[in-house]
């Protein structure tokens, strides 16, 4: 997990360094998401529990369903994500077909930096406006993915709706349509 970490501090610090050190060490998405984005999940879904402390009289009910409204966003927009990938990528890409490897690689760090987000969001007793718009910083740091991805240069603007709406989107629809739900 201190490896995913590495890689997600490291792309919101430095996207355009952090998307050539990914690719320079070719990490596995597999494991990234088994020992990185799931237990990151979890996290997610445990820190909704720190509302007892700072929202007067919460129900058990209300925490329970925004816990598993944090964990099944994110868990669904995997697999969203990577269907919408492999029906879309390899029309963008320099060779015509998309690299699935990167694209699971690319799926898993994107929704990373989303529920990393998630988790800071959970753990402030204070409902801060900025933290809103963190999801589009993670926009920009898709953007910088182009290049990992073997974007044509001109195709790098539907590349970038593309993955906005598949990482960013995606998760971000589910979960308020969860929590609308709730009561």
């Known amino acids: 997990m201190l490896q995913y970490l590495k890689y997600l501090f490291q792309l919101l610090l430095s996207p355009g360094l952090g998307w050539e050190d990914i690719e320079h060490t070719d990490p596995d998405p597999e494991e990234l998401t088994r020992k990185g984005l799931y237990p990151l999940m979890g996290l997610a879904a445990a820190t909704e529990f720190l509302a007892f402390f700072y929202e007067r009289g919460i129900a058990l009910g209300t925490v329970l369903i925004r816990a598993v409204a944090d964990f099944g966003?994110?868990?669904v927009s995997v697999f969203i994500a990577k269907l919408i990938f492999d029906y879309y990528l390899g029309r963008l890409t320099e060779n015509g077909r998309h690299d699935i490897r990167k694209a699971s690689t690319l799926t898993v760090t994107g929704l990373g930096m989303m529920v990393l987000f998630q988790?800071?969001?959970n753990c402030l007793p204070w409902n801060l406006?900025?933290?809103k718009f963190l999801p589009i910083?993670?926009?920009?740091v898709l953007y910088k993915a182009a290049?990992?991805?073997?974007i044509r240069r001109n195709d790098e603007m539907r590349f970038l709706g593309i993955t906005a709406g598949a990482l960013v989107g995606v998760p971000l629809l589910i979960y308020y349509l969860l929590y609308f739900i709730i009561p």
């Not at 910083?137 to 920009?140: A, F």
């Not at 290049?147 to 073997?150: C, E, S």
């Open 137 to 140: 910083y993670v926009v920009l």
């Open 73 to 75: 966003s994110y868990f």
């Open 147 to 150: 290049h990992y991805m073997n």
């Open 129 to 131: 406006i900025f933290l």
């Open 119 to 121: 988790v800071f969001s």
